[in-house]
């Protein structure tokens, strides 16, 4: 069997939540002014992101991670990309991570979309001391010709995303993170894309994968993850996955 | 390495933008500054006469870095807040942003400081040897200027009103710091109020180098404002690593 490039073990991601907190230091000084006693004995909440959830990819594995808003998808993956730091537990993850959580960002508004391509290079490509090739290639890609040379903050929503995928399609890496990345492009550019997406994780380690398209976790899948209220709802293949979601979906709205 | 390299494109990428954007928002940064300065050479040279030997040299080597550490902070208070989509769509750490304002803001000081620089020249006030050691001033600035951005950037994520009060202690740190006045103007029995401040004990080495051409208290005041700097870049430093999980949570 292939190598296990992946492994997150009981990890959980809890953290206060204080409804009634104050967001400045003027709110705080007056809340405690006001009565402080009240003030010292309410109980902060503890809201739980991730409860204690464990998996493994292995290369080769392409796994899709599918749940309704707010289970923690995003959340699980900022944690493997390594920027949350979980509360508890451990996570074994390759270095050459590609993490993508929005495609519509760019750094600078007022430079150029090909500045912006470029400057964000260094923050995809870390470990790409020179990214000029890889660039022009990704823009070459995203056919967005004489708007290139416009101000980034010109730009569609949809234009934002055909340079970003572009842009992190660009080359294989040991582990992609893609967190519901197709949803801003036309329909044209989503087929191109989709294409040279596939490829480029053919090539990868592994990748998880965020949507909430069926059709997409199909095409690019091959297992499934289920989220539930922070915890693994489910873990095997995909058509069972999507099964087994749709039957609790309808159970659940049925419940209600 | 790719943390440099980061902080290098970023801040090339924003003082681009800034030159882009108008040619005055580039001017501004350096005009900001040489109207500040000019200014106050007037009033208090000129109008209040304060009694300074060659006080455009002596405001000079107070107001720069002055308004260097003060720019820094200011820009960097709300940093984390407006960048937030660019945090939380990539893996980018926080510090690089610091960095690249404290870089940004390094590059301005340095305009600034050159254009002053040109007609105290022509006057005949600059001492040139003192001129070597400013960079070496800088160090200890420097590294207040970025441990300091680092623990107002962070707080502001959990206190949105942390600029405000920022700006608050700024204006009155002006007062109580001696930049536009010389120590000797305080009464004796009050001097302590300003051998507390941290903030003169970083200007007295430019004053020493540029002002009274003291070398030798030059290394003994550079010791201490470098202590000071260790001591906010290590406390930045460790802040940010503590609260780095719930900056991006709650940015």
């Known amino acids: 069997m292939s190598d296990s490039l992946l492994e997150v073990r009981n990890v959980s991601l809890q953290f206060n939540v204080d409804p009634v907190r104050g967001w400045t230091f003027r709110d705080v000084f007056t809340d405690w002014a006001k009565d402080p006693i009240r003030r010292s004995r309410r109980e902060r909440t503890k809201l739980k992101v991730l409860n204690n959830v464990s998996f493994e990819v292995r290369t080769g594995e392409r796994v899709g991670l599918i749940g309704l808003n707010g289970v923690g998808k995003t959340t699980l993956c900022r944690c493997i990309a390594g920027i949350y730091r979980p509360s508890s537990g451990a996570i074994r993850a390759p270095s050459d991570i590609r993490a993508v959580f929005s495609t519509a960002v760019g750094i600078q508004p007022d430079l150029t979309g090909r500045e912006n391509a470029k400057l964000l290079s260094h923050f995809i490509f870390p470990h790409e001391p020179d990214t000029g090739k890889l660039v022009e290639e990704a823009l070459d890609f995203s056919e967005l010709g004489k708007f290139l040379d416009m101000p980034y903050r010109t730009y569609s929503n949809g234009m934002q995303t055909r340079l970003t995928l572009s842009l992190i399609s660009a080359k294989p890496a040991a582990l992609f993170i893609l967190d519901e990345v197709f949803e801003g492009a036309d329909q044209f550019f989503r087929e191109k894309i989709s294409k040279r997406m596939l490829d480029v994780l053919h090539q990868s380690g592994a990748a998880l994968f965020v949507s909430h398209s069926a059709d997409q976790i199909r095409r690019v899948c091959t297992r499934l993850v289920i989220l539930d209220a922070g915890r693994i709802g489910f873990d095997g293949a995909v058509e069972d996955g999507l099964r087994f979601y749709d039957r609790n979906q309808s159970q659940t709205a049925s419940n209600s | ?251």
């Open chain 2, 1 to 251: 390495m790719i943390f440099w390299r980061q902080v290098r494109e970023l801040t090339i990428a924003s003082l681009k933008s800034r030159y882009r954007k108008t040619v005055a928002g580039f001017l501004w940064v350096i005009l900001n500054p040489l109207m500040q300065y000019s200014v106050q050479a007037m009033v208090f040279g000129s109008f209040l006469r304060i009694n300074i030997e060659r006080y455009p040299i002596f405001l000079l080597s107070g107001l720069l870095p002055w308004i260097f550490m003060t720019s820094t902070l200011e820009m960097s208070c709300s940093l984390l807040v407006t960048s937030r989509d660019f945090l939380k769509a990539y893996r980018v750490s926080g510090l690089v942003l610091f960095f690249s304002q404290v870089l940004d803001n390094l590059i301005n000081f340095m305009a600034a400081f050159l254009t002053v620089l040109i007609p105290l020249t022509i006057l005949g006030h600059v001492p040139w040897a003192g001129l070597l050691f400013v960079p070496l001033a800088m160090i200890p600035l420097a590294l207040f200027a970025a441990g300091t951005a680092v623990l107002l950037g962070t707080t502001h994520v959990f206190f949105r009103d942390t600029r405000f009060i920022l700006q608050f202690v700024l204006s009155i740190s002006y007062f109580v710091t001696p930049i536009f006045y010389g120590i000797q103007l305080v009464p004796e029995q009050l001097r302590w109020v300003i051998y507390l401040n941290p903030l003169y004990a970083l200007i007295l080495p430019f004053r020493d180098a540029l002002y009274l051409e003291d070398y030798n208290a030059f290394f003994g005041h550079w010791l201490v404002a470098m202590g000071i700097g260790t001591t906010a870049a290590v406390a930045g430093w460790t802040f940010w690593k503590a609260r780095r999980t719930a900056v991006y949570l709650h940015v």
